[in-house]
């Protein structure tokens, strides 16, 4: 316009229009500081896109004028157009891909195996409720009132009492039994059977001989269990994702989860195309789904309670709160008498309880068909993983595993993948013994700090690309992040896992696999909503029927941390990984039992 101006005025400059010379003065001057203006205005715009993803923060109205730029931007930095990736539907409208009939059967079944007892329907009154402090349990004496050996089977009698110390009349709390022998080292896991009528019976093997105390614990009172049956139906998005999107210098970051509310807005569609799984992410104002470059915990949604179930989680009061004895808390464990032994039949039928081990001196002792070894040296961990490639898929309960090898193991070297830290993934290599250890996260839900998009992968798409075969070990530990969604979810991931693992199996029958289970962890008023023991006992119950019968191992995190004297963590102390390690090693290198 500057240019049409100078032409005009420079007629007028020759006699047409003497009184329009100003305007020529006028655009001289723009010309001028044209350069300025431009840098100026470039200046800003620059620092408008480095700085857009700030826009969220922002109040709606501010920017109202800035976002109904949005399409014409679109089209200039995302020229992808409609695609799969863009779709407004939302998870919570359908759980992924339909399930078989014989997967609906299946679900059924699993889901009834860990049916837990409701209590009454009424408002909730903190005295109703179960209280630890007015419970009590007590030993059964031994049948006939002969002397505990070896061998038999001690009960304790649980009695649940509110806080009048009124007897409660329903089950349904989550207890905790362990029966140990500090002095020994020695420590079991108690079954608590549930007779729903306010009484609960806690049953122990007596597998050692010496003093053997029992120590019972609440948990969680019925009603606090029916609070975290509810959020966990209700509330799948009380832990939240999100993922930074990034295209030059434009950048935006949304609200990522399996379960996002419908309606909002448009949705990126991330759900994985070869197991199904779906994940969702709300889809920036300015970016496309496809450039998505990361993933991470967004945090915990609050206010979750109203102010009568937060009684309900109380440190000290009512979570994890131990349940003394009406008397002794404590036996005499004689020696089995060998020659009143009975039958091998007739024992089978009195034992009603079979744990899958037990700690003496220290040690975990499997009552499988192994015989533990002791990895109590770098050198013999060497020799038997000589040759072999460890795999291991999950979440950082397995990550401790890969740490503990790699710092015990002095020939093992870590490669420096520029992992972010606690993420992976991670790899360690022992060159001149042919061990190759690695370490991957599960894919989503997962809540660590930051996780690139491309390193979110799911472990049954990863079993799916292994060869396998004698040399070759798979462990993987999936359970943790999985808490705050409905069972049927964790059920569909763990499905398509074993589906992954029969075809691996099927393709190199020499592989071995190890399944590392849920344990306990620390507990707080906070955490209970999110981590509760009582999810990861669901999610336990799940895993162990879905993997049954399978040919992998097992090893039971949840009776190593049951048993042991040490306080629940999420990350058990090194002595109880040791533990697992040797187990683990144990069924890779040793031979079965023979009779």
């Known amino acids: 316009m500057c240019d049409i101006i100078v032409m005009v005025t420079a007629e007028n400059e020759m006699g047409l229009d003497p009184g329009k010379a100003r305007g020529s003065n006028m655009c001289r001057s723009l010309s001028k500081y044209a350069p300025v203006f431009l840098v100026l205005a470039l200046s800003g715009l620059i620092f408008l896109l480095r700085n857009i993803h700030t826009l969220e923060r922002l109040n709606c109205q501010t920017v109202s004028t800035f976002y109904n730029l949005q399409n014409s931007l679109q089209s200039a930095f995302t020229p992808e157009g409609p695609s799969s990736l863009y779709r407004n539907q939302t998870y919570c409208a359908h759980l992924g891909q339909e399930p078989s009939p014989e997967e609906l059967l299946e679900e059924h079944y699993i889901l009834d195996s860990i049916s837990w007892p409701e209590p009454p329907a009424r408002p909730i009154s903190l005295s109703r409720t179960s209280d630890p402090a007015h419970s009590l349990f007590a030993i059964l004496p031994a049948e006939g009132g002969k002397d505990w050996r070896v061998g038999d089977q001690l ?25 140990h022998s500090p002095e020994l080292g020695a420590g079991v896991a108690g079954q608590v059977l549930d007779h729903r009528n306010g009484f609960y019976s806690a049953l ?13 614990t609440l948990v969680h009172p019925s009603e606090a269990v029916a609070v975290l049956r509810r959020l966990r139906e209700e509330r799948p998005d009380r832990v939240f994702f999100k993922s930074l999107f990034r295209s030059g210098f434009l950048s935006e970051t949304t609200v990522c989860n399996l379960c996002l509310p419908a309606g909002q807005q448009p949705l990126c569609n991330y759900t994985d195309l070869r197991t199904g799984e779906p994940w969702y992410c709300y889809k920036p104002k300015l970016l496309g789904c496809n450039t998505r470059i990361n993933h991470f915990k967004g945090g915990y949604q ?6 009568k179930e937060a009684l309900l989680f109380q440190s000290g009061v009512n979570i994890k709160v131990a349940i003394h004895a009406s008397g002794s808390n404590s036996i005499t464990v004689l020696p089995e008498e060998k020659a009143e032994v009975e039958s091998s039949s007739a024992r089978s039928e009195s034992v009603r309880v079979l744990p899958s081990g037990y700690y003496f001196q220290g040690s975990w002792r499997p009552l499988g068909e192994y015989t533990m070894r002791q990895f109590n040296d770098s050198s013999a961990i060497t020799q038997c993983l000589k040759g072999k490639v460890l795999y291991m898929y999950g979440d950082s309960t397995v990550r401790q595993w890969f740490e503990y090898l790699n ?6 070297k870590e490669f420096n993948l520029h992992s972010p830290k606690n993420v992976g993934p991670y790899l360690a290599v022992d060159s001149i013994h042919n061990i190759m250890l690695q370490y991957r996260c599960h894919g989503p839900p997962i809540r660590f700090s930051t996780v690139a998009s491309s390193e979110m992968r799911y472990v049954a798409n990863e079993l799916d690309g292994l060869p396998g075969g004698p040399d070759t070990v798979v462990v993987f530990s999936v359970w943790a992040h999985f808490s705050t969604f409905p069972v049927e979810v964790y059920i569909r991931r763990l499905r398509h896992i074993r589906r992954a693992v029969l075809r691996l199996l099927d393709r190199a029958p020499g592989t071995k696999v190890v399944v590392r289970s849920a344990n306990l962890q620390a507990l707080d008023p906070e955490v209970s909503l999110y981590n509760s023991d009582w999810f990861s006992l669901q999610l336990d119950g799940v895993l162990r029927a879905m993997f049954k019968g399978l040919d992998v191992l097992l090893v039971d995190a949840w009776e190593m941390t049951a048993a042991h ?30 009779s």
């Open 565 to 594: 004297h040490l306080p629940h963590a999420l990350h058990p102390p090194p002595t109880i990984v040791k533990n697992m390690i040797d187990t683990m090693l144990t069924h890779i290198c040793s031979q079965k039992k023979r």
């Open 302 to 307: 609050k206010h979750l309670l109203t102010n």
């Open 407 to 412: 710092a015990f193991v002095p020939e093992l």
């Open 155 to 179: 009960e304790a009698l649980v009695q649940i009492h509110d806080f009048q110390g009124r007897p409660k009349h329903h089950g349904g709390d989550f207890l905790l039994a362990r029966l």
């Open 204 to 216: 122990f093997p007596l597998l050692w001989e010496g003093t053997a105390r029992v120590e019972v």
